[in-house]
């Protein structure tokens, strides 16, 4: 994974962090041929109101202090599961019974994957 796709990681992780976001994995795809983009972020929120505003801290951080707008974004209705396109980074932002049935980390086995502790 290049610098630059790793700051935008390390800021996707710190808005992440600042709404209580846990089980935060990034995954480094940069190696896997076929990969859709070089790295995943991928974590989750106990509510839908709380992976709501995970969605909405990682877009404000993103837009504010590095002028970054994503490409697409998915799943923001229902807040169940949300996807975040930034090109070089993908964020996904699960609740956890979505998390567990889409396994994103063992469907991605490949890559190298960093777990981020829980901030209490």
């Not at 940069?30 to 709380?50: E, K, L, R, Y």
Request: aromatic share 6%.
């Amino acid at each position: 994974m290049n610098k630059d796709t790793q700051h935008l990681a390390h800021k996707i992780v710190d808005a992440i962090q600042d709404k209580k976001g846990r089980g935060i994995v990034v995954a480094d795809l940069s190696d896997i041929a076929g990969a859709i983009c070089p790295c995943f972020v991928i974590c989750q929120g106990n509510s839908p109101t709380q992976v709501d505003a995970i969605a909405r801290s990682v877009g404000d951080k993103l837009r504010i202090d590095e002028g970054l707008k994503p490409i697409a974004a998915e799943g923001l209705r229902a807040a169940r599961w949300i996807a975040i396109d930034y090109v070089d980074v993908m964020v996904h932002i699960f609740l956890p019974e979505e998390r567990r049935y889409y396994n994103l980390e063992n469907l991605w086995a490949d890559a190298v994957l960093t777990e981020i502790p829980d901030l209490d």
